[in-house]
């Protein structure tokens, strides 16, 4: 990790009618960093995600990657501004193979459309992002399934599949919604070694409920309580922080979607 920004939230509020989901939310992600953001069910996590990929709509807030001020971006400007994101559930299209749902993580296949290489219109271009696609899914241990149907995969291939997909356009920051969900504890295991290895090309913000996931292989955690930061530091002060022991013991009793 380095002491270069790379990200930098400031003041993020974000309305859903009449209830903050966020208030004044600020967080900043160095090069090389891990960054944790965790909280209990409903404190907001997601909702950062969510505005950092457009699909939320901030009611105030300002943007800053790689230095400079930006806009908010929309979905479809994700893969140029250098940021892609995995799901929590998964996401992945079951009647398309593994390699087609990686391909829709590249920018050049997003731009020319998925539908006219499903209907056989091929070119050198849709032949080096299949390479890619293969090279992701070696990376992550699942090459052997490029040509199966989602559909067919079990669930932690899925979860290595969905990673692949958010890798292809090679990042400069990844968004991980809960990757060790539903996960044994062998694949909770590979998935930190992953996350340690990807630290050297990107930099994470990870949401995750494993909390020793989270403590693992963050460098810094924020923790978010009814669309506040209640505390942030290194793993070993947030673990010890009394905000942070009350809110996670359920001494209060309201949440946030």
């Known amino acids: ?25 600020d967080i900043n992600l160095h090069k090389g960093e891990v960054l944790g953001l965790i909280g209990p069910n409903g404190a907001g996590k997601t909702t950062v995600f969510n ?50 749902n990686v391909m829709l993580g590249a920018s ?11 209907l056989g219109f091929s070119g050198k271009d849709e032949e080096a992002l299949k390479s890619r696609s293969q090279s992701t899914l070696e990376r992550l241990y699942v090459g052997g399934v490029a040509e199966r149907k989602a559909e067919t995969l079990s669930y932690p291939d899925t979860k290595r599949v969905s990673i692949a997909r958010a890798l292809v356009s090679e990042p400069q920051i990844l968004l991980l919604d809960e990757p060790a969900g539903g996960l044994g504890a062998q694949d909770i295991e590979w998935l930190n070694g992953l996350i ?22 963050c ?30 013991l359920g001494t209060h009793s309201k949440a946030r979607k």
Do not use: C
Request: charged residues 20%; without cysteine; aromatic residues 8%.
């Open 219 to 248: 460098d810094r955690i924020y923790v978010l309580n009814f669309g506040e930061i209640i505390a942030s530091g290194d793993p070993e002060t947030v673990k010890n922080d009394k905000n942070v022991i009350e809110a996670y």
């Open 1 to 25: 990790m380095t002491s270069e920004q790379v990200l930098s939230i400031r003041n993020l509020s974000v309305n859903f009618g009449g209830l903050k989901a966020l208030s004044n939310v």
């Open 108 to 118: 050049k296949f997003a731009k020319t459309g998925f539908i006219q290489s499903a």
């Open 196 to 217: 340690r290895h990807l630290r050297s090309s990107t930099s994470i913000i990870i949401v995750e409920h494993h909390m020793d996931v989270v403590m693992s292989v």
């Open 51 to 100: 505005a950092l990929s457009g699909l939320v709509t901030p009611a105030s807030g300002s943007l800053e990657l790689y230095g400079r001020n930006v806009k908010w971006p929309k979905p479809y400007q994700l893969v140029d501004r250098g940021i892609s994101r995995t799901l929590q559930g998964v996401g992945l299209f079951p009647d398309l193979t593994v390699s087609e």
